[in-house]
């Protein structure tokens, strides 16, 4: 199955953004990584435009971004909603340990939370052993059922070397009792440090996955709600001498979705 051909028969654009400016378009994106469960210093995506493409950085400077339930983990994201309850309420998106609590009153958003299309994200990863980058997409969770995520690429640096790399994509359910726990590194012969283009046709019935155009796996499971988008460099452990040199580095050229042709 070619994408080429799936998008010109059954789909029409519906969010486009090139990152050419030499600004993030706030309209689309929050930059920050699910703040509830965090704070706004911690949580705020580190950035830079250049070359005519968004580059996400973890920095030298930059602290873990919830080190009270994620340790040192530090995070650049940006999602395209926020969701959560009242501080100190359970209430909230992706939430991802069981002491997560509400620590920062979010104003809940919704910038794209688009339900089926496709959805391709051009991008060039980094090989470097601590890190990892992704695009995902969580429930808007809205109900705490909607909380499914589909995972269109997540690659380790560790993973990545010069002729192949692993890359992960499939579905967790989390809380949503309709899908079941379906995940797995597709090794392929690619640089992943060059621009790629991976992506995902989300259907009623079940979700396929591509790269560079060509489905690599399906998934016969799919969420039936909005969901939105996160896109992403993390970093993992403690900063020592095997942290290597900074800013690490994930360049984005570009992300388009399509909505099925009919719908609004």
């Excluded at 990863?125 to 997540?154: K, Q």
């Excluded at 967790?172 to 995940?183: A, G, K, L, Q, V």
């Excluded at 016969?220 to 001498?241: A, C, V």
Aim: charged share 20%; net charge negative.
């Amino acid at each position: 199955m070619n994408l080429d051909d799936v998008l010109a028969e059954r789909y029409v654009l519906d969010f486009e953004d090139r990152f050419d400016g030499a600004a993030l378009d706030r309209s689309r994106w929050v930059p920050f990584y699910l703040p509830q469960w965090s704070s706004a210093a911690e949580s705020a995506a580190r950035y830079e435009f250049a070359d005519g493409h968004l580059h996400l950085l973890i920095e030298a400077d930059q602290q873990p971004w919830c080190p009270e339930l994620d340790g040192p983990t530090r995070v650049s994201s940006l999602q395209t909603g926020v969701y959560a309850g009242p501080v100190g309420s359970s209430i909230g998106q992706h939430r991802f340990h069981p002491g997560a609590l509400v620590r920062a009153a979010q104003q809940n958003v919704r910038l794209y939370t688009p339900q089926f299309g496709v959805f391709v994200l051009r991008a060039s990863a980094i090989n470097h052993p601590r890190c990892m980058v992704s695009l995902w997409m969580i429930g808007y969770e809205d109900r705490p059922e909607r909380s499914a995520e589909i995972c269109i690429c997540e690659i380790f640096g560790k993973n990545v070397d010069a002729r192949s790399a692993a890359i992960g994509m499939g579905m967790h359910p989390f809380s949503d009792p309709t899908i079941s726990n379906d995940f797995e590194e597709i090794r392929l012969s690619i640089d992943v440090r060059e621009f790629h283009d991976y992506a995902a046709q989300w259907t009623p019935n079940q979700v396929d996955f591509f790269v560079d155009g060509r489905c690599v796996r399906t998934v016969n499971k799919s969420p039936r709600y909005p969901m939105q988008f996160m896109l992403g460099i993390y970093e993992f452990g403690d900063q020592n001498s095997s942290s290597g040199p900074y800013p690490k580095r994930f360049t984005v050229d570009s992300f388009r979705a399509y909505r099925p042709v009919g719908t609004a």
